[in-house]
């Protein structure tokens, strides 16, 4: 097991950490102790989720108004807010305009879905019948993208982030705020070694934690969200 350092900071991703990885992204609901988890530690810590979908869809996975209230992060470092679903701040919304122009030129493969995420929106290719077709479609509208947008993959899926934010610049920003704390990183994607790195680059000690197979930067690895859950209950 990772290590337990007795003033964490925790920086909780939520798809494939939190959630295990399903076919619908609509259905991704936490593993079931998650909720009541979440909220003891953060009467004991702080937290934050940390996510690439939009806060008012993870408030709708973690329960909304009745599910527990901890600090979010959501659209990759683009919303600032609570896992009920409250946005307190939006970093941009600035190109509205070349995110209509591309929505409307995502490839027409079958199975190919997009997730609308308010400011932003993923295509997910899981479900294509040809995955890998889907995928050499997607990368050739990616090539399309212009400055100030990047297109970034993750599991079967790839979405715009505006240039210059990532979850690395979030939870640098947030670790400023507990220089007395020990951040505590656990997630699965390739988004999350931006913060993996990040938190490594900062004067504080960091636990950085990958969950699942895959090449990382992080210093140790979970197996998948039961683990992780394990994990969790030994910061109580
Ligand atoms: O930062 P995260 O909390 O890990 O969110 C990353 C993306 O996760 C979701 O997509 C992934 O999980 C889905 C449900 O298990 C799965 O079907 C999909 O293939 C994965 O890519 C979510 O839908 C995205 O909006 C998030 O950005």
Same mark, same amino acid.
């Given at each position: ?5 007795? !003033?964490p900071? #925790? ?5 494939g *950490? @939190? /959630?295990?990885? &399903?076919?619908d992204?609509a ?9 009541d @988890?979440l909220?003891? @530690?953060?009467?004991a810590?702080p937290?934050v989720?940390i996510t690439? !979908?939009?806060l008012?869809?993870?408030? !709708? #996975?973690l329960?909304?108004?009745?599910g527990?209230?901890? !600090?979010a992060?959501?659209?990759?470092? &683009?919303?600032?807010g609570?896992?009920d679903g409250? $946005?307190e701040e939006?970093?941009?919304e600035? %190109?509205g305009?070349?995110l209509?122009?591309?929505r409307a ?5 079958q199975g190919v879905v997009?997730?609308d995420k ?5 295509v %997910?290719?899981r479900?294509?019948a040809?995955?890998?077709a889907a995928?050499? =479609?997607?990368?050739?509208w990616?090539? *399309?993208v212009?400055d100030?947008l990047t ?5 079967r ?5 505006p240039?210059?934010?990532s979850?690395? *610049?979030?939870v /640098?920003a947030l670790? =400023?705020e507990?220089?007395?704390r020990?951040?505590v990183?656990l997630g699965d994607?390739?988004?999350?070694e931006d913060a993996?790195r990040a938190?490594?680059?900062?004067r504080?000690? =960091? &636990?950085?934690v990958k $969950?699942?197979e ?5 210093? %140790?690895?979970?197996p998948? &969200? ?8 030994a910061?109580?």
């Amino acid at each position: 097991m990772p290590p337990v350092p007795p !003033r964490p900071l #925790l920086f909780l991703d939520y798809d494939g *950490t @939190l /959630a295990p990885i &399903v076919d619908d992204p609509a259905a991704a609901v936490p593993h079931p102790d998650v909720p009541d @988890l979440l909220a003891r @530690l953060v009467d004991a810590h702080p937290v934050v989720v940390i996510t690439g !979908r939009d806060l008012a869809a993870l408030g !709708r #996975l973690l329960g909304g108004a009745g599910g527990p209230r901890v !600090r979010a992060v959501g659209l990759h470092g &683009v919303e600032t807010g609570w896992s009920d679903g409250t $946005v307190e701040e939006r970093a941009t919304e600035a %190109h509205g305009e070349a995110l209509d122009r591309l929505r409307a030129a995502v490839p027409d493969a079958q199975g190919v879905v997009v997730e609308d995420k308010g400011a932003a929106f993923a295509v %997910h290719y899981r479900a294509a019948a040809d995955p890998d077709a889907a995928r050499a =479609a997607l990368e050739a509208w990616a090539e *399309t993208v212009p400055d100030g947008l990047t297109p970034i993959w993750g599991k079967r899926v790839v979405e715009l982030r505006p240039a210059g934010v990532s979850k690395g *610049t979030a939870v /640098a920003a947030l670790a =400023a705020e507990h220089p007395d704390r020990t951040p505590v990183y656990l997630g699965d994607d390739v988004t999350d070694e931006d913060a993996f790195r990040a938190l490594q680059a900062l004067r504080q000690p =960091a &636990v950085t934690v990958k $969950v699942g197979e895959g090449e990382t930067v992080a210093g %140790h690895r979970l197996p998948d &969200v039961d683990a992780v859950v394990a994990y969790l209950r030994a910061f109580l």
